[in-house]
């Protein structure tokens, strides 16, 4: 097991032998709360854990370290403090009685919603979740530790607490994209706010903060979180079903907020007084359609919501086709994403009559008159006409409706030091786009994983395009040169130029390299340490050093001459 001894338990930098970190001001000595795990306890045999950075009612997150890949993580531990108990300083966690059944439920639950997370990996606009472990009579999952900001602090930090559309536009697109792929994979976050929303530190947003959907509605079993501004009123515990446009709803308040600089007025207030404050400033400077479509995803009613992100992206693209198509498909029984297995709310309560309900009657009505028109001039007046249509009309009819039909488009994610096989076997991407590879060496970019790619990040383009993906090979491996003999500088040069790194064994450097730990002749990675051993002024000095190295040395060569 590596030494972590060194390592800060909070930003899991090595700090030598100080007690309080350079670099995040962390104490060592800083006790850990109750009644989460102690500080440096392992999980799985593999990830170390550090202190606690955040808790809600479904678990709790912690800062850690993957011991095998050597890099910091985050660790988030199922542990509903409503329904479970840890007595401190045990690991074990024990199950509160009668609570047996909830704790089952919600356990499924949270493994269910990680393992489905994890299958995601690919989208740049959501955490990446590396592993999901069971330990201690509980579950894990490990994601990406990154020096992304929540929204909120990013805002704060503005001259003006928000941002421009244009701005805005450029950043909550792609995350509105992968919005959309969560909910087609049945994962319905239910706590998008500028807490759970980051922003790395090349200004992309980054989707956060998931937890199980019990602990995300209120007037159940679980401690709930909701975000007062963002989370919509079927999450408060009142009737209706809750589905895409329960995460359209708090995704276009956070939009709301970066746009307007405070937050929407809370959904429970808005039942007695459904206005949408947007001061007259802001209404001047935003486009006519990004009001619209704010409007229309924060209503307070479930049926009179936007449905699905894609009609919420046509409105914000300003596509009135594209928005259309959206409510098209809202009304043709497509209206939304049921949630996954384990995530049913409430059924919706009976659906009120449409306030349009008799302009469409009055519209039906004209329409029923019209085709009625139109048959008898068609069996009268110009049936004749119409009989000497050919197969020639037929096929210009087929081929303007085929020329008419929109391609089906898609938004090219980042793959950039992504895992080849994790991209391959994702079913996210099926169908999504035709795949090419090419390999190259790297030094910086891990073997199997994605160095670039053909179609930029970001771009629109038609599903099923075919995108190249430059995978790494690893570092390339070259002959290890033969040293023997050679003085400290020499030796070094030419190990170097080899793209080597040289180090010395006991820091002694006078004399001629008298063993090497890389046998020379064999082959390896560009970048292996190789230690040399100099020879010294005492012979036995050097026969010693010779056998300790476990490499070749210049007696064993000259035995063998």
């Not at 097991?1 to 001001?25: E, F, H, R, V, W």
């Not at 993906?469 to 030419?494: C, H, M, N, T, W």
């Not at 002749?521 to 292996?528: E, H, L, Q, R, Y």
């Amino acid at each position: 097991m590596p030494n972590t001894d060194n390592l800060c338990m909070s930003c899991m930098k090595p700090i030598g032998d100080a007690k309080q970190c350079p670099y995040c001001g962390y104490h060592a000595d800083s006790p850990q709360l109750s009644p989460y795990l102690p500080i440096r306890s392992v999980v799985a045999n593999r990830y170390l854990v550090g202190k606690v950075l955040e808790f809600n009612g479904d678990g709790v997150t912690y800062a850690g370290w993957d011991m095998t890949e050597r890099i910091a993580v985050k660790v988030r531990e199922f542990l509903p403090d409503a329904i479970c108990s840890r007595e401190n300083g045990e690991t074990q966690v024990r199950v509160m009685q009668g609570c047996e059944r909830a704790y089952t439920d919600c356990y499924q639950s949270f493994l269910e919603l990680w393992r489905k997370l994890m299958r995601l990996m690919g989208l740049s606009a959501l955490i990446s979740v590396t592993d999901v472990v069971e330990d201690n009579g509980t579950a894990y999952a490990i994601y990406e530790y990154t020096d992304a900001v929540p929204l909120r602090k990013y805002l704060l930090s503005t001259s003006t607490g928000y941002i421009p559309w244009e701005r805005a536009r450029q950043m909550f697109m792609p995350a509105l994209s992968a919005l959309g792929t969560l909910h087609s994979a049945g994962i319905i976050h239910r706590g998008l706010s500028p807490q759970t929303i980051l922003v790395t530190p090349d200004g992309k947003l980054k989707i956060s903060g998931f937890s199980i959907w019990q602990a995300r509605t209120a007037r159940g079993d679980l401690n709930p979180e909701l975000f007062p501004g963002y989370a919509a009123i079927e999450q408060y515990g009142f009737e209706g079903q809750q589905g895409a446009w329960t995460d359209i709803y708090a995704f276009a308040a956070v939009l709301y907020r970066a746009l307007i600089g405070t937050d929407p007025i809370v959904a429970t207030t808005r039942v007695t007084n459904d206005r949408l404050m947007i001061p007259s400033k802001f209404a001047e400077q935003l486009p006519a359609y990004v009001i619209n479509a704010l409007i229309n995803a924060l209503q307070i009613l479930p049926e009179d919501r936007t449905r699905s992100v894609e009609q919420f992206r046509a409105e914000l693209s300003a596509s009135p086709t594209a928005a259309y198509a959206g409510e098209i498909q809202a009304m043709s029984g497509d209206r939304s994403v049921e949630p996954a297995q384990n995530e049913t709310a409430p059924a919706a309560p009976k659906k009120k009559k449409s306030e349009a309900q008799p302009f469409l009657i009055a519209v039906g009505i004209t329409l029923g008159i019209g085709i009625i028109i139109f048959a008898i001039l068609m069996a009268t007046v110009f049936r004749g006409s119409f009989s000497k249509k050919d197969d020639t009309d037929q096929s210009s009819l087929n081929a303007s409706v085929t020329e008419s039909t929109s391609t089906e488009t898609i938004v090219v994610p980042d793959f950039k030091n992504l895992s080849y096989e994790a991209i391959s076997k994702n079913p996210v991407w099926d169908g999504k786009f035709t795949f090419k590879t090419k390999y190259e060496y790297s030094d910086t970019v891990k073997e199997g994983y994605v160095i670039s790619q053909s179609l930029p990040e970001q771009t629109t383009v038609a599903i099923g395009s075919e995108i190249e993906l430059v995978i790494s090979s690893g570092k390339e491996s070259v002959d290890v040169p033969d040293v023997f003999g050679r003085s400290y500088d020499d030796a070094k040069q030419i190990l170097t130029d080899s793209g080597f790194v040289c180090t010395v064994a006991g820091n002694y450097t006078e004399g001629v390299v008298v063993s090497m730990s890389v046998e020379p002749g064999s082959k390896a990675p560009k970048g292996t340490r190789i230690e040399l051993t100099f020879s010294t002024s005492n012979e036995n000095d050097v026969t010693n050093s010779d056998q300790s190295s476990g490499g070749s040395s210049i007696f064993d060569r000259l035995l063998g001459q």
